[in-house]
């Protein structure tokens, strides 16, 4: 990334990304359920993680853009296991089993999203267990539940002021074009995914860090955002200092779904070690900003800084505003 960058066109760009408008709707469905700062299991994380004697069940559930599903559907069943294991992966757990629905104008219609969905399960050796299926409906449709477990949570809710934001992200991929998916995954050695997976809950066991989250459809900045709004903290994120390929202007890549992606808040003297864990696997970490007191998440470009959004003002997932705890 050389040359001068237009900080506040690319706050103005994030600001309006169809990806962090979409993680809006999670704060409209948590009211209408009425969950809220009282519910026995936060809602934010990337699995609602439930005490289960000195560790935790983990669960959570992903459903697929339907366009996405009808444009790539073998990568749309892939996702379907490998976005759920990352989800578990960021709270520091392991996947015990999968379950699917999958609706489909017919068996022809489904048997691309039934082989991407085998596929991923054969890779990560994550069993598919049961599910739904409707092979009359009018378009194809995909959700994917999956349950793991962990002994030390990693969390959304855990973030200081004065930790440092680390940002793992395979970079060993390419775009699933047209859509803003980083596809570092299928093309890997099985091997290769299962190992890389397992790097998040060594990092929770090790006590190296308290808080992360999956980079997800919101993007970095979308993902910190929610992080920083379940945490009640501010982040401010040094563009040039996120971990990128080379051929992705910095606008797309901000906004992009990394096949494996992880955002840290880890302490400054757990920086070195967190980063030298996945750099042993060729995957890349940086620390790319900070974490401190207020509400705000900006980026920056030495100077120039410009905010993309105020927790104090607007919210964006509806997750209560707690008090940090230095």
Request: aromatic share 6%.
């Amino acid at each position: 990334m050389d040359g001068r960058l237009d900080i506040l066109w690319l706050a103005e760009t994030l600001r309006n990304a169809r990806g962090l408008a979409a993680k809006a709707d999670i704060g409209t469905v948590a009211e209408q359920l009425g969950l809220s700062s009282a519910s026995p299991i936060p809602v934010g994380d990337d699995c609602a993680a439930i005490p289960d004697g000195d560790g935790y069940l983990l669960f959570a559930i992903e459903g697929f853009i339907n366009e996405f599903v009808a444009a790539d559907p073998w990568f749309a069943g892939w996702c379907g296991l490998m976005v759920n294991i990352s989800d578990v992966a960021a709270m520091g757990g392991r996947p015990i089993a999968v379950v699917d629905a999958v609706w489909a104008d017919g068996g022809e219609t489904a048997a691309p999203i039934l082989a991407g969905l085998r596929a991923a399960a054969e890779a990560f050796a994550v069993p598919i267990v049961g599910g739904h299926a409707n092979m009359r409906a009018e378009r194809s449709q995909l959700s994917v539940a999956i349950l793991g477990r962990a002994s030390r949570l990693l969390t959304s809710f855990a973030a200081r002021p004065g930790d440092r934001l680390v940002a793992a992200i395979d970079l060993r991929g390419r775009y699933r074009e047209p859509f803003a998916n980083w596809d570092a995954a299928t093309s890997a050695p099985v091997a290769r995914l299962r190992s890389d997976i397992e790097l998040l809950p060594r990092i929770a066991e090790a006590g190296l860090c308290r808080a992360a989250k999956d980079i997800s459809q919101g993007g970095i900045v979308g993902t910190a955002a929610m992080l920083a709004e379940c945490s009640g903290v501010g982040i401010k994120i040094d563009v040039r200092a996120v971990p990128k390929p080379h051929s992705a202007p910095i606008d797309r890549w901000l906004m992009t779904f990394p096949s494996f992606g992880y955002l840290l808040a880890v302490a400054p003297g757990d920086v070195g070690a967190v980063a030298r864990l996945f750099s042993e696997r060729d995957i890349a970490a940086a620390d790319i900003g900070g974490v401190f007191e207020g509400a705000e998440v900006a980026i920056a470009d030495g100077e120039t800084v410009a905010v993309i959004g105020d927790f104090r003002r607007a919210s964006l997932i509806g997750a209560p505003r707690r008090e940090t705890v230095a």
